[in-house]
């Protein structure tokens, strides 16, 4: 909504009849009005106050009204002005709403039309503040947001990200699924000087052939059984864009051609058509799979890939950027913690030794739904359990013994000893790693003082200098 119920705007012209009568108009319909008698005083106001809206006539002394709309185009440039003329200066207000004005209005005016044009053109600006506010939370959104991590790999991704973004050299993202690869995608474009155009994604291994060469390139009405209409593609989509190709590797061979094409000379044809059409928009691509050992097989062609990896970044395994776990639980437990009506605020450090001992074959996405799973089980405030051993995954426990051997002779008392203290290194090591070897952290979060955590290392002989940066 604007600043006011209504609105505030401001009346500027030199005819007191008209700035009078306005005036009294506007209020009676609930604007907050102020007036102005000349481009000067006008200047002087907006320097002051907030406006709405400015309602300016076009022929005034000094400061004319096409003066006054250039100056607040470029000092004011989510101002609408509405020009107000005489009947033989139209095409001079022709020419103010090329200059950017939203409106014009003719004296003498009808009043029912111009209060249409203003509270249209209040719509209208109320429409473009929302989604000036929606563009400003996606860029702060994925302006690395939502790519969580201080590990050093991830450093790295990021400026890669910084550096790319701002030109339009193709990018080609590799990474194991549920690495994020997406979420680097779209901090690219977010970052980008297209990031006010389309982001179109396509899972390139979500179709079947006939339906990803359509859905990429569009098609002619009867181009195959079921076209029963022109279909526009994702590179038509994406126009002035960026197009996400997800799983470029498993693109069929002839449609690898077609690509090549765009890329090459950035023009397409719809399937069944024969009409060249140029697109422009910025090519990104991810992949799971080794594409130089596909070249090799003869599965992708090798021209294609030296177009799309023009500048490669490489999205790190969950499992080699350990120390960025604690980051990512709370990250997803503030995302997720309306799943329990925002009840679960807490994570219970103890868990964490499991966690890091946890293989992660499904990395971040995977920490992501064992994250919304524990939140929903939870019964009180506070996460202290979590569902690691899921799947194929049975090495991920690590409370036996390093060699999981038990001697015959050994006696119950022995062996529950020889797993407490495996345990208990296993764990003390796992601190120590996590939180770079800062010993008052980790007493801490064990629950223990500092002078246990020092015997306990000097038992197992540790050296927390060793894990320190």
């Known amino acids: 909504m604007p600043r006011h119920a209504h609105g505030k705007i401001m009346i500027v012209d030199d005819d007191l009849a008209f700035r009078i009568g306005t005036l009294a108009l506007l209020e009676d319909h609930g604007y907050v009005s102020t007036i102005a008698t000349n481009g000067e005083e006008a200047k002087r106001k907006l320097a002051e106050q907030q406006f709405d809206l400015v309602l300016s006539d076009l022929v005034m002394p000094g400061i004319n009204g096409i003066e006054l709309l250039q100056h607040i185009k470029g000092s004011y440039p989510g101002l609408p ?58 860029r702060g959104v994925y302006a690395f947001g939502n790519i969580v991590g201080r590990n050093s790999r991830m450093k790295e991704v990021y400026t890669l990200v910084q550096q790319v973004a701002g030109t ?138 030296y177009r799309l990896n023009v500048f490669p970044i490489h999205v790190p395994p969950l ?80 409370s036996a013994p390093a060699d999981g051997s038990v001697q015959m002779n050994t006696s119950f008392r022995e062996y529950l000893s020889t797993i407490t203290r495996h345990a208990e290194e296993s764990y003390l090591l796992q601190m120590l790693r996590l939180y770079k070897g800062n010993v008052n952290q980790i007493a801490k979060l064990m629950d223990i003082d500092r002078k246990t955590v020092y015997r306990k290392m000097g038992e197992y002989q540790i050296d927390p200098d060793s894990f320190r940066d």
């Open 319 to 398: 499992r080699e950027r350990m120390d960025d776990l604690p980051d990512l639980v709370d990250f997803f437990l503030k995302k997720h913690a309306a799943l329990a009506g925002n009840r679960v605020t807490r994570f219970a450090p103890a868990v964490l030794p499991s966690m890091m001992n946890y293989q992660w074959k499904g990395n971040v996405r995977e920490l992501e739904n064992l994250m919304k799973r524990a939140i929903i089980k939870s019964t009180g405030d506070t996460i202290t359990s979590i569902e690691l051993l899921t799947g194929e995954q049975p090495e991920a426990r690590t």
């Open 81 to 138: 002005v509405i020009m107000v003329t005489g009947f033989a200066s139209i095409g001079t207000a022709v020419e103010a709403m090329r200059l950017g004005a939203r409106d014009y209005v003719t004296k003498p005016c009808d009043n029912d039309e111009l209060l249409i044009k203003i509270r249209r053109a209040l719509e209208e600006q109320q429409k473009d503040r929302e989604l000036r506010s929606l563009r400003d939370e996606v």
């Open 168 to 305: 339009d050299v193709p990018a080609l993202i590799l990474g194991e699924t549920g690495t994020g690869k997406e979420l680097v995608a779209k901090a690219i474009h977010y970052n980008s000087s297209r990031r006010d155009k389309p982001f179109v994604v396509i899972n390139c291994s979500a179709l079947a052939e006939t339906l990803l060469e359509s859905e990429l390139f569009g098609h002619e009405r009867g181009s195959f059984t079921g076209a029963h209409r022109q279909h526009t593609g994702k590179f038509e989509e994406a126009r002035g864009g960026t197009i996400f190709l997800d799983e470029i590797g498993d693109v069929p061979m002839h449609i690898q051609t077609k690509l090549l094409r765009v890329l090459q000379e950035g023009e397409i044809q719809r399937v069944g058509g024969t009409e060249t059409i140029t697109v422009d928009s910025r090519v990104v691509a991810a992949t799971n799979r080794d594409l130089t050992a596909m070249i090799g097989s003869g599965q992708f062609r090798e021209d294609l890939f």
